[in-house]
């Protein structure tokens, strides 16, 4: 994958949707042959004010111009009336989409919440590969506003993986970040003992043998990718507090880690690692089906 085929961009109008599309601004740097972007009008507030979506095709226009900029071959604007969550996916079931890109929060910011309602919806039902951009909400004199969690989405990632189909799966987004040059790719892998509870000492000298070589086979894989600074580490504990630990430590900025791990439910959407992450986590966090 060298770069992105189509990108789509839900947008709400709101503050933070100025910074949401400069972190859109870096993914098109990158590399995207088509962003689409979407605001979707919620059915209540088109009742309220008809001309509403007038003056949301100009905004999207603009956005639109600053993206050609970027170098994006092809740029789409969208409004149309709805339920938000459920136009996206509908929208993601009818065309071939590489990523959609989402804010953790919307217009209704809300501090204790961990993800805004339509971000909530999309991870839980969207079959396509979701880039949620961390925003953190801010309270300044009595008001509440939003910042991006950090400056840059590829300046440090951590690639979280255990072996399995679903982390490969990552790979080729990981080949498509290389031209952003981050500082460094750290690539986690952490032996989680509820799964290992009946190991023997012997057992676990194997285990961190094999999984050792595993990691160094991944690390010269992203060299040849061409990144520059490739890390690896091997954690023993509860996974989802290792990565949390892991990404702390690191100064990491961006997750990426398959929609469900080795031992994931069928029918479930998100494995319980990947659903965790994506709510403590304050980092941006690529989840990748």
Known sequence: MSGLRKVLVPLDMWEGTGKILSAVEEIARVGVDEIELLHV???RDASVN???SAYDEEVLSTWKKHLRSCGVPVVTTTVIHGIPWIEIIERSEREDLSLIVLGSHGRSIVSRMLLGSTTENVIHHAEATVLILRMKILEEAGAMTCRLATDRIFGRILYVTDFSENAERCLPYLTWMA???PAEVLVVHVQDLRHL?????KQMDELNRSNTQRLDELKKKLRGMGFEKVSTVIRTGNAITEIHNV??????SLIVMG???KYGVPEMILGGTTEAVVHQS??????VR
């Open 41 to 43: 009008v919620n059915l």
């Open 50 to 52: 008809p001309q509403i």
């Open 179 to 181: 031209p952003a040059r």
């Open 197 to 201: 509870s009946y190991a023997t000492p």
């Open 247 to 252: 990404a702390h430590d690191s100064g990491a």
């Open 259 to 261: 929609a469900k791990g």
């Open 282 to 287: 304050g980092l941006h966090v690529l989840v």
